[in-house]
């Protein structure tokens, strides 16, 4: 592989200097998260390059990374050329070009190559699924405005973060969520609570009928799970946990929206009943399992 750092002055290689002869930063003094990330992503290509050449001085050229003032500045041919490839690579990935057919516009050995496309592959990949999730978290963004605004506040998307804040209060019952009898296990457990903490019976019909509708939920699409029912001043927070596969994002306005709507993810009736029901309903659903927490509101009728 010696002869890949043999001087050339083709139309190909000199695309690359011709290409990379912007400045890297000055040593240390980043203006940004964004720009340390990127002469970071340059040494590490360098880095990979450097080890499939078996270069002993990967380390040293990643830490060089970040104090070069410019590339015209390193001395070493080799090297040079390396930082050159890097940053062309970083730019074609930028740029969303095809890097299989920018590499084969390369006068470079194909086991050179081919280590430079896995790097790159690699380098793409991440950057990917950062935009990905990114773009996950816009839309997941849009679909919780939308839902909250369309049922007035009545029905709150949120992430896992915000779970414990309703986890709060006196705790007046927990049960375990694995086989059908558990349904009315947990309905009446809830109606004990309710009756002790002093509602009205019509209202305990109410909270146990939509109480009914979430844990059998759980038994027809998750494993197991949990309820809660806490009490925090007038407000019954009721909370049912799964390890189920989650609702997905965009079938929740349907379910949420459209009244007897069902699909076999879904509540069916269930959400919209909710809703009707409940001060609030809140869902946290993923993958791995929703939280779905009901806020009952028992001011005005204790006594």
Not at 63 to 71: A, G, M, V
Not at 122 to 140: G, I, N, R
Not at 160 to 176: H, M, S, V
Not at 236 to 244: L, P
């Amino acid at each position: 592989m010696k002869r890949l750092f043999t001087k050339r002055r083709g139309k190909r290689n000199e695309a690359v200097e011709q290409q990379t002869s912007q400045k890297l930063s000055p040593s240390l003094a980043f203006q940004s998260f964004m720009q340390m990330n990127e002469q970071a992503t340059i040494g590490w290509i360098v880095y990979q390059l450097a080890d499939g050449m078996d270069i002993n001085k990967k380390e040293e050229l990643f830490l060089q990374s970040f104090s070069l003032h410019s590339i015209d500045n390193i001395t070493d041919e080799k090297m040079k050329e390396l930082y050159q490839l890097a940053q062309l690579g970083l730019g074609w990935i930028t740029n969303h070009d095809v890097i299989e057919e920018e590499i084969k516009k390369l006068d470079y050995p194909k086991p050179f190559r081919d280590v430079l496309l896995r790097t790159l592959n690699e380098v793409h990949a991440s950057k990917t699924l950062t935009e990905m999730d990114k773009e996950k978290d816009q839309v997941w963004e849009v679909y919780r405005d939308v839902i909250y605004s369309a049922t007035q506040g009545a029905f709150l998307l949120i992430d896992k973060a915000k779970i414990k804040q309703y986890k709060t209060g006196n705790l007046l019952c927990e049960a375990d969520i694995k086989e059908r009898q558990d349904i009315s296990y947990s309905r009446n457990l809830a109606k004990e609570a309710f009756t002790n903490a002093g509602l009205k019976n019509s209202k305990v019909m109410s909270y146990n009928l939509i109480i009914s509708e979430a844990v059998t939920n759980v038994i027809k699409h998750a494993d197991d799970g949990k309820m809660f029912i806490h009490q925090k001043d007038d407000v019954f927070h009721v909370i049912i946990e799964d390890n189920g596969p989650g609702f997905p994002l965009n079938i929740l306005p349907k379910t949420t929206l459209l009244a007897g709507f069902s699909t076999k993810e879904s509540l069916g009736q269930g959400f919209s009943l909710m809703i009707k029901m409940a001060e609030q309903v809140i869902l946290e659903t993923s993958s791995n399992g929703s939280t779905l927490i009901l806020l009952l509101d028992g001011k005005g009728e204790i006594g």
